[in-house]
C-alpha cells in the first residue's frame, strides 16, 4: 500500500515571497490533515479536510494560509507572504474517517520550508 | 500553555539501559497515542491506549495509560540504536483532534 506523498521535500525562500505544498494522501482515505511542526515541537493542526470539506481550521492564520481538496483526494497549502517564523516542517497525514475511535492517522515524509 | 507536556525532552543512554519517558497532562483525555518520528520522516504511530489503567506491549516497549486517563508512560527495556528518535504523545477529548506534546528526544548510543 502507497503511503502518504508530498513534495516538495525541501524548500527555501525569501520572506513575503509565496510557496505551495502537495499532499497525496492513502487511496480511500476520506480525511486530510496538514500539521506544521516548528524545531523542537510537537505537530500542530493547521486544518483537517473530510472529503473535501473544511472540518477544523480553527488554528489556520487565514491571513496568510489556505488550504484547498479539490475532488476530495489531492490537497495544497500555500502559504502568501512567507514570514521568517514560517519555517517549519509541514506534514500532511490521512485517516481513514475522522469518526473512528482508534482514528490511526499516516504522516507523509513533510516538506521542510526555510524562510531567510 | 502547553496542553501536554513531555519529560525527559532529551535523554542520552548507552545500548542495553532501560528508560521511562512521561506525557502529562491536567485534562482527560478519551484516548491517547505515542509516536516515534524518525530525522526527514512523519510520525510512526505505535500505539493507541483508551482504558484508564491500561497496558500495551509491544516488543520492548511497554505503554501505560493513567488510572484518570491524564497521563501515560513508555518503557523501553534494553534500549537499541535502532529506538532513537522523537517521541510523541498526543491525546484526543472526545469529538475532538489529536493534540501533540512537544517530544522526547532519544539516542541510544551503540
Known amino acids: 500500500e502507497a503511503g502518504v506523498a508530498q513534495s516538495p521535500r525541501y524548500k527555501i525562500i525569501e520572506k513575503r515571497q509565496s510557496v505551495a505544498f502537495w499532499c497525496n494522501p492513502i487511496?480511500?482515505?476520506?480525511?486530510l490533515y496538514w500539521y506544521q511542526q516548528i524545531l523542537g515541537q510537537g505537530p500542530k493542526l493547521l486544518i483537517q479536510?473530510?472529503?473535501?470539506?473544511?472540518?477544523?481550521d480553527s488554528q489556520l492564520p487565514k491571513d496568510r494560509f489556505s488550504a484547498e481538496r479539490l475532488k476530495g483526494v489531492d490537497s495544497t497549502l500555500k502559504i502568501q507572504p512567507a514570514k521568517l517564523e514560517d519555517s517549519a516542517v509541514y506534514l500532511c497525514?490521512?485517516?481513514?474517517?475522522?469518526?473512528?475511535?482508534?482514528?490511526?492517522?499516516?504522516f507523509g515524509p513533510g516538506t521542510r520550508l526555510t524562510v531567510t | 500553555t502547553q496542553l501536554l507536556e513531555q519529560s525527559p525532552q532529551f535523554l542520552s543512554i548507552q545500548e542495553g539501559e532501560n528508560l521511562t519517558v512521561y506525557c502529562n497532562s491536567s485534562?482527560?483525555?478519551?484516548?491517547l497515542q505515542w509516536y516515534r518520528q524518525e530525522p526527514g520522516e512523519g510520525p510512526v504511530l505505535l500505539v493507541t491506549?483508551?482504558?484508564?489503567?491500561e497496558v500495551k506491549k509491544l516488543k520492548r516497549l511497554t505503554f501505560q495509560f493513567g488510572d484518570a486517563r491524564k497521563d501515560s508512560s513508555l518503557h523501553i527495556t534494553a534500549a537499541q540504536p535502532g529506538d532513537t528518535g522523537l517521541y510523541l504523545c498526543?491525546?484526543?477529548?472526545?469529538?475532538?483532534?489529536?493534540?501533540f506534546g512537544p517530544g522526547t528526544r532519544l539516542s541510544v548510543l551503540p
Open positions: 485534562s482527560v483525555f478519551s484516548s
Open positions: 498526543a491525546g484526543r477529548k472526545y469529538g475532538q483532534n489529536f493534540v
Open positions: 479536510f473530510q472529503n473535501n470539506g473544511v472540518v477544523d
Open positions: 487511496s480511500g482515505h476520506a480525511t
Open positions: 491506549v483508551v482504558t484508564g489503567g
Open positions: 497525514a490521512s485517516s481513514l474517517e475522522f469518526g473512528d475511535f482508534l482514528m490511526k492517522q499516516y
